[in-house]
């Protein structure tokens, strides 16, 4: 079992950062690779970004390549995704996701076992 809590999300102008953090309970963490998601109502939820155990491998969507980072602290039992150049189509409930893995890489979005309660992103323009 793993318990997800986010948190940093906020309002922010277009062109501005946010740095979104999830804070992992449960021993299963170390095992779990994990992810950011992100839903706009009347969505479907969108799979952002990745990462393995180790950090070691990443996935990002398209949408937020080049402008968002996604990294791991196994030591702190956390995830982070930096969120640089944000745009108005960010906007967003964020989620933070851990999968259940048996090797270190990357999984697919519906792979995902475990959610947080989400945090709220609104980019301004």
């Known amino acids: 079992q793993v318990q997800l809590v986010e948190s940093g999300g906020g309002l922010v102008q277009a062109g501005g950062s946010l740095r979104l953090s999830c804070a992992a309970s449960g021993r299963a963490f170390r095992r779990s690779a994990m992810g950011w998601f992100r839903q706009v109502p009347g969505k479907e939820r969108e799979y952002v970004a990745g990462?393995?155990?180790?950090?070691?491998?990443?996935y990002y969507a398209d949408s937020v390549k080049g402008r968002f980072t996604i990294s791991r602290d196994n030591a702190k039992n956390t995830v982070t995704l930096q969120m640089n150049s944000l745009k108005p189509e960010d906007t967003a409930v964020y989620y933070c996701?851990?999968?259940?893995?048996?090797?270190?890489?990357?999984?697919?979005?519906?792979?995902?076992?475990?959610w947080g309660q989400g945090t709220q992103v609104t980019v301004s323009s």
């Open positions: 990462i393995s155990w180790s950090g070691a491998l990443t």
């Open positions: 996701a851990a999968a259940n893995s048996v090797r270190d890489t990357v999984v697919g979005g519906t792979l995902y076992d475990y």
